[in-house]
């Protein structure tokens, strides 16, 4: 988390986002230092589990599904939620600095990335959480990212935009 936290508060000017926020766990730590640091926070999540998963993903369709939109507000108010499957669910946001991806499968992933990457800031980062463990992670964000990979603790990566 704690380097998570230092590429978030380096990253230029521009919102936080967490695709896949789950119960708050690392939404609640980016949301405090996008407040800290008179920054935007977005979370997204469907709230009623994983929505689709190939035959490869290690998570089924419903698993996670023990979270609420209402209990993640509650437990942290600096931020704008948003129920549903993303990025069918994207909201306007206005420029994008950092994003924690947290899907925990392939599609999600892959189109979290083809859907923001357009709309980062020079410079902003995406840090993917689950390829160090999940194979469909990976292959997601190596079809996305081939060449710009930064590997990161714990089999993580990050990817920063031009």
Wanted: aromatic share 10%.
């Amino acid at each position: 988390m704690a380097e998570l936290l230092r590429e978030a508060a380096a990253s230029p000017a521009g919102c936080f986002v967490e695709v896949g926020v789950y119960q708050g766990g690392s939404a609640w730590h980016l949301s405090r230092l996008a407040e800290s640091q008179g920054r935007a926070f977005y979370g997204y999540d469907t709230f009623t589990g994983v929505p689709h998963a190939t035959a490869q993903d290690r998570h089924r369709v419903g698993e996670f599904a023990d979270t609420f939109l209402a209990g993640v507000q509650a437990l942290i108010p600096h931020g704008q939620f948003v129920a549903g499957v993303f990025p069918a669910s994207a909201v306007p946001m206005p420029p994008i600095a950092f994003v924690h991806v947290d899907c925990d499968q392939y599609q999600s992933i892959k189109e979290t990335f083809l859907y923001l990457a357009s709309c980062m800031v020079s410079g902003g980062v995406m840090w993917f959480d689950d390829c160090g463990e999940i194979a469909e992670a990976r292959r997601a964000i190596e079809e996305c990212c081939a060449g710009r990979l930064e590997p990161r603790c714990g089999g993580r990566q990050i990817v920063r935009l031009a």
